[in-house]
């Protein structure tokens, strides 16, 4: 088996989620590469030193410009605030190094036209860690939108909720401050749910938001006085797709008791959906197929072998959870370099993203509904 070098940039949340699959991947799917956990990078090298030693990085480096130029690194994976993705990519892309990014893939859709040209100039595997895609019941959701199992899709229907900056007193951060690379609720978690809903259901063309931030000013942190924050605590989209059906979208981190709460439904002409990754192992769905005296939601518990990536978990019903996506991707991403074939979502999708987001923003600041125009 070929073994290639990864070198992981950031070792926060997401650090550790990664860390986990790269490191285990190879114990529960068949892969045809084998990742070796060859050096991590950050700026505080004393965390560092101890993330490394915890999860298995050989080695340790604090910039990364000379991590990505390392001729012993194959695989860069970038998992730092969305701020910097845009030039860690880049310069990856032009040391011929495959990229595994997280979301969102940039700040605005210019840089991820920028990400996106540099990857396929530099011909490497590009992917942005849209993760949710590879839960089991979502995956199995396409499959049943694909056999035709919800005939015509009338509607798309999202909420992601979360209660993270509820608290008026919670100290200032730069992830609030657009000026500083912060992001708000549109970038970080709608990209997510656009994801979702253009794997599902297809292209956006047209969009119409309204968005707020309902606490201004915020403490410093250690300091008098308060700051502004300047991204959005909430944004609620209306979208056309281009197959005529209708979506909307929710995104709020002021949602008090909701902590992860990554909701929709899919209505079509002869089926429904609904997913809710509070109980992620679980799909519900609605087939106009069944018998009128036993119609309703049912419940799938997608865990069968015969469900998507399921078979190389535990026995039926014995659940899974959120650190199992990142498998799913590093698996996928995994076949894609040792293929050659790309992988979805990649650099494309989050510059389609990208392109629906700067939609919302400008069809919020001017009231306006949006249209795309054909990318
Ligand atoms: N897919 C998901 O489910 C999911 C969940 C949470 C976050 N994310 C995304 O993952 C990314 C990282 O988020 P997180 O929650 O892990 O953030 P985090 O703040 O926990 O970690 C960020 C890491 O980046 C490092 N970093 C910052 N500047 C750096 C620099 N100049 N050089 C090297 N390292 C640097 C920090 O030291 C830290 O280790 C973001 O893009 C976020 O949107 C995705």
Redesign the pocket.
Known sequence: MKTLNVAI???????RAHSHAWKNVAQFFDVDIQPNLRVA????QAALRRFADRWGWAEIETD?RETVARPDVHIVDI????L??HDIAIQAARHGKHIFC???LALNARQAQEMYDAAQTAGVVHYV?H?YRRVPAIALAKQLIQEGRLGRIYHWRSAYLNSSWVDPQRPMTAALQKEKGGIGVAA?LHSHTIDLARYLVGEIASVVALTRTFVTERPRLGEAGTGRVTVDDATSMLVEFENGALGSFEASRFALGRRNYNYFEIYGSRGSLSFNLERMNELEFFSLDDPEFVRGFKTILATERVHPYAAAWWHPGHIIGYEHTFYHAVFDFLNAVSTGKPIAPNFADGVQIARVLDAATRAAETGEQVVLDAG
């Open positions: 940039i950031g070792h926060g949340f997401m650090g990078c950050g700026r505080d990364w998992v730092t605030p969305p910097l993705h997280e979301k969102p860690n993760n970080d």
